[in-house]
């Protein structure tokens, strides 16, 4: 087993490995999973995939990892920081839940909140923000549990379903992070801590 590489109370998350691709082309097309997504806009296949990952895993401004459930241990989608801008100190987040059997368990905002401790405790980010499609109300919601905020509209951002969607963008900054972060080290206190010699 891969070591993980932080911990939620029902996910950890651990570098994502080639094995992990097949599982993402399998989800990447599945219609229910990419309704509202970028994604799912061409067929996913494993080549193409293995090309990304090869390129993303050397990039210093991409960073993606496998999530996995604790208690069946299975990868159940994947989550990152994008597109780091090392001037500016932003980053994007973004999270993906290909296996809709753990959608609506707390483990979106979980992801959320993880990438929050890390892009701010590790990457000594600014600002983390993200774009989402205003009609993805679950995930709007997760991000707003995790703290996020709304900062503004793209109007007819997404072309999906016959229809144009606006796209909303959230933004968390580092100093709305200070004061609830303890809450958020969960298990990666010690960690935090260890590898901040
Ligand atoms: C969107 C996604 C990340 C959310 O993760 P999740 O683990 O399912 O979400 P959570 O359980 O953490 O939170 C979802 C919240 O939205 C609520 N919700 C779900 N569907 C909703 C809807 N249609 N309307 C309003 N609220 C809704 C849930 O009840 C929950 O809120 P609550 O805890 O207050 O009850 C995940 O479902 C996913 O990856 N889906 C497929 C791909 C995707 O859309 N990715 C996001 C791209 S921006």
Redesign the pocket.
């Known amino acids: 087993m891969i070591a993980p590489f932080l911990q939620g109370q029902h996910v950890y998350l651990r570098s994502l490995e080639r094995a992990d691709l097949q599982l993402m082309a399998e989800w990447l097309n599945d219609a229910d999973?990419?309704r509202?997504?970028f994604m799912g806009l061409f067929p996913a296949n494993l080549e193409s995939l293995t090309a990304q990952w090869e390129r993303d895993r050397g990039s210093p401004e991409e960073t993606t990892f496998a999530v996995c459930d604790k208690t069946s241990n299975q990868f159940v989608?994947t989550t990152g920081i994008y597109r780091i801008q090392w001037v500016m100190r932003t980053g994007e987040f973004?999270?993906?839940?290909?296996d809709k059997r753990?959608?609506?368990?707390?483990?979106?905002?979980?992801?959320a909140k993880l990438m929050v401790v890390y892009g701010f405790e590790k990457l000594n980010l600014n600002k983390i923000w993200?774009?989402?499609?205003a009609d993805?109300?679950?995930?709007v919601?997760?991000y707003q549990?995790a703290g996020f905020v709304h900062e503004g509209v793209l109007r007819q951002e997404q072309y999906r379903n016959f229809r144009y969607y606006d796209a909303i963008r959230m933004s968390m900054l580092r100093s709305e992070y200070e004061p609830i972060r303890e809450g958020y080290l969960y298990g990666n206190k010690k960690y935090m801590k260890a590898s901040a010699k």
Do not use: P, Q, Y
């Open positions: 999973v990419t509202l997504l989608g973004r999270v993906f839940l290909g753990v959608w609506n368990r707390g483990i979106g905002t979980e992801c993200l774009g989402v499609n993805n109300a679950g995930a919601r997760a549990k």
